[in-house]
């Protein structure tokens, strides 16, 4: 595990999601998580800033993390509940814009969600399959709760569809897909988790997940890179896990 950068935008407060560019090679974008304006700055690997872009159509209230698609598009995750006693979440999607400069960019589809028995903290959304998929923060009977919601769904509120454990033994801060689907890496406090998906992440319930350890108070983001695992903390710093299970992805 190495540390690879420090981002540099004096903005980022409170960094609390990371993805890397679909689109646009050598980009990561990541986002503070509340108590600021609804904004995304663009990166590089190192944590040297490209741009910054309001985004109009959002509010900004616990926003957890930051997801992409095939699709140059980004979703946000405000998905964050301290209290768990949120009504309801959303996730934001934008297409994604060139990220060398700054301006504004505009929500163009927004999910609201709900829970089907109580409210929940959660601070990992990634896409695939046609699904946005959330995970749970808290650590509860063993492990934490994987959801998901369609991509499909016209209605005015989506109650998330339960699938399941992740058997973990931390909480969790974050997490990500590989671009094939294969992978699901999810980062904690403790350190971080590989768990082998085959293309539906339904599947982590049934795997163990590999398992590095690297303590970190503020691990907060992470995305899959052939690599390895990159991940930042809420002050800034930027790391890779390149064991082998994180590599190749």
């Known amino acids: 595990m190495l540390q690879i950068g420090v981002m540099t935008d004096s903005d980022i407060t409170e960094s609390s999601g990371l993805v890397a560019s679909r689109k646009f090679p050598g980009v990561f974008w990541t986002h503070n998580d509340h108590g600021e304006s609804p904004r ?3 990166m590089s690997r190192n944590g040297f800033s490209a741009g910054k872009f309001h985004v109009t159509g959002a509010t ?4 957890e993390d930051i997801s992409t698609d095939d699709s140059g598009n980004l979703y946000i995750a405000d998905i964050g509940d301290n209290d768990e006693n949120r009504d309801q979440i959303q996730v934001y999607r934008i297409i994604e814009p060139n990220p060398h400069g700054s301006g504004s960019v505009r929500v163009d589809r927004t999910w609201r969600l709900k829970y089907k028995d109580k409210a929940h903290d959660a601070e990992t959304l990634f896409i ?3 699904y946005g998929w959330i995970v749970n923060k808290h650590v509860k009977n063993g492990g934490v709760g994987l959801y998901r919601f369609p991509l499909a769904s016209t209605a005015r509120t989506t109650t998330l569809e ?4 992740l058997r973990v033994a931390a ?6 897909i590989s671009r094939d689907g294969s992978s699901l890496g999810l ?5 971080a988790y590989l768990f082998s998906v085959g293309g539906n992440p339904a599947n982590a319930v049934r795997a163990r997940g590999y398992f590095y350890r690297y303590e970190h108070p503020q691990m907060e983001g992470s995305t899959l890179l052939p690599e390895g695992m990159i991940t930042s903390a ?3 710093d930027l790391f890779l896990f390149d064991a082998p299970p994180f590599r190749g992805h």
């Open 40 to 42: 995304l700055f663009a």
């Open 60 to 63: 900004i209230s616990d926003w």
């Open 128 to 130: 695939q399959g046609g």
């Open 162 to 165: 339960y699938l399941g454990l």
């Open 171 to 176: 909480d969790v801060s974050g997490g990500t």
């Open 187 to 191: 980062v904690t406090d403790m350190g």
């Open 234 to 236: 809420e002050n800034g």
